[in-house]
């Protein structure tokens, strides 16, 4: 089941993180595709907030993993300077994909391989430069954990 939404704006795109924030339970894993400069820290941030989280939600970029207290815990991946396949054993991946009770979202989750989870709801944004804030976004639901009606998803 796949989803297309256009968001117009910051404000309209934390609408779309709210909703997504409410559908959120343990256990669930976000894959969150798109260019740099997409918004899919942007959107961690958001998601965070209405989870009540304790502290802010900054890109992981140099720490790659950072775990936030929230009304449920969350994990944030940011899989982009992973050197390689092998480097995913250090950093305890796979203990933090297998753990039921957390939220974990991954950015550039291409690089997870054969890490990569069987259900997950994958997020995709895409942005034309030329209209600063708008953006594409395409959700994807994938297994028995996502086999639900993306029709009620709405902005
Ligand atoms: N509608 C919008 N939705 C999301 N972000 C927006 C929007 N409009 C403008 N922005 C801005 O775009 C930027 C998105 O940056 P962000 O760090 O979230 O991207 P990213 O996809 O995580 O990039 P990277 O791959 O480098 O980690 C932010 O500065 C945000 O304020
Ligand atoms: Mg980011």
Redesign the pocket.
Known sequence: MMKLFD????????RFSEWVSQQLRPGDRVL?S????????????QVAKFLHSRSLVT?P?FTLIQRYEADLPLVHM?L?RLESEQSLLGLDIEAYLSDPRTVVFI??PERLGRLRPEDFLKIE?S?LPAF????KISVLGAGERWNVNLELFKI
Do not use: I, N, P
Not at 7 to 14: A, C, G, K, P, T
Not at 34 to 44: A, E, L, P, R
């Open positions: 968001v117009h704006s910051l404000d309209e795109f934390s969150l798109g260019d740099m400069g997409s918004g899919k820290t942007t959107f961690v941030a890109s970029t940011d982009y950015e550039w944004f942005y600063s804030e708008y953006r």
